[in-house]
């Protein structure tokens, strides 16, 4: 398994992304709609892509917030290989990358039914907080922060 930096053009991203949508899609049921505006993937420049065996099994990207925060995006695992830690190597590499890139913080969005996602994200440090952007007043939008 590795890991390989790229940005969201790349062909292996882009068909992750698309299982990943039609996965929320009935996640979210009615609200996907509103949701789905605001994860355009396209012009991500932080992208990752895991590789197992040469095979594209989990992604994850971020972008710039603002000056000092970079907003965790498009985290996804393929299900048959969910439960094998992969989710934190995901999100340890992006938040690795972001301090690189001098961020002090990584904020995210998550459904408020993405319950293995938020224990996550959780057991890794963040912190719910009041909604931010676009989610404020969304009673479906579970917002985290973490410092990094």
């Known amino acids: 398994m590795h890991i390989v930096r790229t940005t969201s053009d790349n062909p292996d991203f882009e ?4 299982q990943l949508d039609a996965y929320l899609a009935i996640l979210d049921g009615e609200d996907h709609a509103f949701y789905s505006q605001f994860n355009k993937s396209s012009l991500l420049k932080n992208a990752l892509i ?7 099994i989990a992604i994850g990207a971020y972008k710039e917030y603002d000056a ?14 969910r439960g094998k830690g992969i989710a934190t190597k995901v999100l ?4 690795s990358w972001a301090k690189e890139e001098n ?8 459904g408020h ?27 479906t939008s ?7």
Do not use: S, W
């Open 50 to 56: 895991v590789y197992e065996n040469e095979i594209p």
């Open 15 to 18: 068909k992750l992304v698309t």
């Open 113 to 139: 039914l993405q319950k293995d996602a938020i224990y996550l994200y959780q057991k890794l440090g963040y912190e719910v907080i009041e909604n931010f952007g676009q989610y404020q007043g969304v009673e």
């Open 68 to 81: 000092e925060t970079a907003e965790m995006k498009r985290m996804f695992t393929l299900p048959e290989h």
């Open 92 to 95: 340890t590499e992006l938040e």
């Open 142 to 148: 579970i917002c985290m922060k973490k410092n990094i």
């Open 103 to 110: 961020y002090k913080t990584a904020l995210l969005e998550t």
